[in-house]
């Protein structure tokens, strides 16, 4: 013992020829070994089961919501709401550059495509008329969960959802929909705004470094409460173990 303090990198050696020696030493390894393979086990599953979720998730991002809380805000200022009360034709030239200023400053990082239709539904402006044509039901484009959200948004009429909300919000193939009632001064529907994320990539090398750090980190805390614990437990019950074990070998020798 005195040479292995004053040797430490003897240890691996020792405490190989001791688990070699002592059945004791074998069971109580044994026994952590089991824990590390169960825990293993358990995580490599519950990480599949993440990515499958992932993969075949319909959850909508909900901070694209409070994006579409922004967007109405940003366009319920006296001239934009003249222009989508006015209808496709009929307002003036400075209240549709009004509109269409605070349109463009929706349509940016993270929303992909974006729309403003009237409270009847028709389509008033659009990130890209070849998708959305202007002037015409918002049945016509070519995002029919849009569609489907502005619909709804008018049949609400301005009333808030059960949870809260102005917008809806769903979502497909990892894209967000988001459809929010844009009220006029007197709290009337002037029209909706409707926003489309940018697809996201569920299995992201920035998610994945996220959930090997967590991986980590739990694991450091586990571990140690798991484990303590077994080891203690293991310790009594592997020498009685090995006691037994070894007065069966003296009756057989």
Sequence with gaps: MRALLGAPWRLPGYLRQLHRRRISVQLISSHLLVMLLTAAILEIGAVGLFFVTIANSGTP??????????????????????ALMAGPNGASAEDRTALKDAFDNVVRNPVAFGMVTDRNGIVIISSNPSWTPIGWPVEQTKSKMNAQLVRRVLELNGRRTT????????????????????????????????????????????RLAELLFATIAANAILLPVVGVPVLLVSIPVSIWKARSFSKRLRRVA
């Design 61 to 82: 991002n909900t901070v694209f919501g409070n994006w579409s809380d922004s967007a109405a805000l940003n366009l319920q200022s006296p001239a934009a709401t003249r």
């Design 163 to 206: 949870f809260g909300n102005l917008y809806l919000l769903d979502a497909y193939d990892h894209v967000t929909y988001t459809a929010r009632p844009i009220l006029a001064a007197d709290g009337s529907v002037a029209g909706v705004v409707a926003l489309q994320s940018i697809q996201q990539d569920p299995i992201s090398t920035s």
